[in-house]
């Protein structure tokens, strides 16, 4: 505890008792209102502080970090309108589930609304996108106060992952002196206060908390159809063992109901094809067949998370208007299609040790329909995987099966949304590397991507981010990180200049106004760019030169792999490759 002066203390317990509860790092921006907290983070043992200077980065950083650890990340910023540039990250973390704490630094009371410099309304700044916001009193030296201080961190550091993981927001307003200037008052208060025994019984159990308790769940399932799929949505693990805990489980299901399992782009069972033999990922492309579609359609659905990126995978459901559980953990309701849905509150692996005693044994031999799913997964991949083998132009569509075949076993890899993302949906062919997969499919936002990606990154293995032009530079202040990062990534950057998926749309029928405000085309050249950040960069011509590039990734830094690409000959090709 830090009793220089009344903020120093108060400051100090905030920072001690969060990282007896077990926090490990912190995002901190510049500013003069924090400093208290800024300085007893930075001083903090056991604590990894790391200073940001562009808040709406250093808020998809911590994000990044808080998925890749499963943990919760603090982030802090001074007064005024830098806790406003946080908000598009709350938002995701508040959409995605995962755990973040923000501290704001804040004006005391009586400098508000009379026009004090740099103070704007803080109350309740980011609305309905935290799992519990409290404005924490002004400090004080009082014995009561600073308990008072411990348990609502305690109770805050709880809120961020239990009963859903999300965002707490804490307000903190703090007067002068911000700097750690001494206060004789409050440095006669060490001997009174008896720190061990203050701190006792902080502490934070990681344990996994217990499923939803539904005594439905055997009832709820007894009447699934044997003419059922499993469709298994986004993913997110902090490490392998947690993502093949995962795909165990669904392949279990599969095994014993032998239902097909439709496997997202975004969910790790594509990279661990071999615990599943009734794996299908090309239903994307199967279900653009009409008459197959009709053939292929289910009477019940088990799904385990969220719904796919594929819009056919939705519009085909809304058709054929089946029975459908959903298996997840959290409070959400995951049903964007309003079927005739049962939420199933835990997950998987609950449900599979639940369920152990009534899923048949030994499984039963493949249905018709089973079968008639896995010989369209096969004709499939076997002609899209001619069809890949051919190309040699650099149609960027390609991009995502190349980093399929040639990432190493277990990389962490991010991938933007827009065009990237239905990339992986479409060609990311099953295997068993084990690629962790990431994204920011909360909001489904561009922006934040290479912040999320560094944050993923640091102190972690060499990590990968597949994204287009407009994500990256929609995002560019995060390679002012790049002093900070521990580890390394690599930037896989298909550059078509502008918008690519507004090429696949109708409005790219409409010319004007198309290029110039849904194309957006950038005149940037990356190679210059990266130069100024001191970024490497590497002009890709061929999929040879990417596959080697990507077949050994460095163990440090930040390096650009360049693709340019001509977006209007890739919606061609696009086109083409299924009929409708």
């Not at 493949?366 to 650099?394: I, V």
């Amino acid at each position: 505890m830090d009793f220089r002066n009344l903020n120093t203390l108060w400051a100090s317990v905030l920072t001690e008792t969060l990282v007896r509860l077990g926090l490990r790092v912190a995002v901190v921006c510049p500013g003069s209102r924090s400093a208290p907290l800024a300085i007893a983070l930075a001083q903090q043992s056991g604590l990894e502080a790391i200073p940001a200077l562009d808040e709406r980065s250093a808020a998809f950083f911590a994000l990044g970090l808080a998925k890749q650890t499963g943990r919760p990340v603090a982030l802090v910023c001074t007064s005024g309108t830098a806790g406003a540039n946080f908000y598009p990250a709350v938002i995701e973390a508040r959409e995605s589930r995962v755990p973040l704490l923000v501290l704001t630094a804040d004006r005391p009371p009586e400098l508000r609304d009379c026009n004090a410099g740099q103070t704007v309304d803080q109350q309740k700044l980011f609305g309905s996108f935290v799992n519990w916001y409290h404005e924490v009193a002004t400090p004080t030296a009082e014995f009561s106060q600073l308990a008072y201080l411990r348990q609502t961190v305690i109770h805050a550091w709880e809120r961020t992952q239990r009963p859903v993981a999300g965002v707490v927001h804490l307000n903190l307003p703090f007067r002068d002196p911000l700097a750690p200037v001494p206060q004789p008052a409050v440095l006669a208060l060490r001997e009174s206060l008896d720190e061990a025994r203050f701190f006792a019984n902080v502490g934070w159990d990681d344990g996994t908390p217990e499923p939803w308790r539904s005594p439905d769940w055997g009832r709820s399932l007894s009447s699934i159809p044997s003419r059922g799929i499993i469709i298994a949505g986004i993913a997110q693990f902090p490490n392998a063992a947690a993502a093949r805990a995962h795909c165990r489980a669904i392949a279990q299901l599969s095994s014993c109901l032998g239902f097909p399992v439709l496997a997202e782009g975004l969910s790790p069972l594509r990279n661990y094809a071999r615990l599943n033999p009734y794996l299908v990922s090309s239903y994307d492309t199967l279900l653009r067949d009409p008459d197959l579609a009709t053939e292929l359609a289910p009477e019940g659905v088990l799904r385990i998370g969220e719904m796919p990126t594929s819009k056919e995978l939705r519009s085909w459901l809304e058709r054929t208007q089946p029975q459908q559980w959903v298996v997840d953990g959290g409070d959400r309701n995951l049903d964007p299609l309003h079927l005739r849905t049962v939420h199933l509150r835990c997950a998987v692996q609950h449900l599979v040790q639940h369920l152990a005693a009534s899923l048949p044994s030994p499984p039963a031999p493949p249905t018709d329909y089973l079968k008639r799913w896995l010989q369209a997964e096969t004709d499939c991949w076997q002609q899209q995987r001619h069809t890949l083998r051919s190309l040699d132009s650099l149609i960027e569509a390609k991009t995502a099966w190349v980093l399929s075949q040639c990432l190493p076993p277990e990389t962490p890899l991010i991938i933007a949304n827009s065009t990237a993302v239905r990339y992986v949906e479409w060609f990311w062919e099953p295997g068993d590397r084990a690629i962790q997969p990431f994204c920011n499919r909360g909001a489904n936002g561009i922006d934040g991507t290479l912040s999320t990606a560094l944050g993923i990154a640091h102190g972690n293995q060499p990590s990968v981010l597949l994204t287009g032009d407009l994500a990256l530079l929609h995002d560019t202040n995060g390679f002012l990180l790049r002093p900070r990062l521990r580890g390394h990534l690599t930037i896989v950057l298909i550059n078509n200049r502008g918008g690519g998926i507004f090429e696949n749309l109708p409005i790219a029928q409409f010319e004007p106004p198309f290029e110039e405000f849904f194309a957006t085309p950038q005149p940037v050249e990356f190679a210059p760019l990266c130069a100024t950040y001191g970024i490497a960069h590497e002009l890709v011509h061929t999929w040879e030169q990417l596959a080697q590039a990507l077949k050994v990734l460095p163990s440090e830094g930040i390096r650009v792999l360049e693709l340019q690409c001509d977006r209007k000959l890739n919606a061609r090709w696009l086109a083409q490759r299924t009929p409708r």
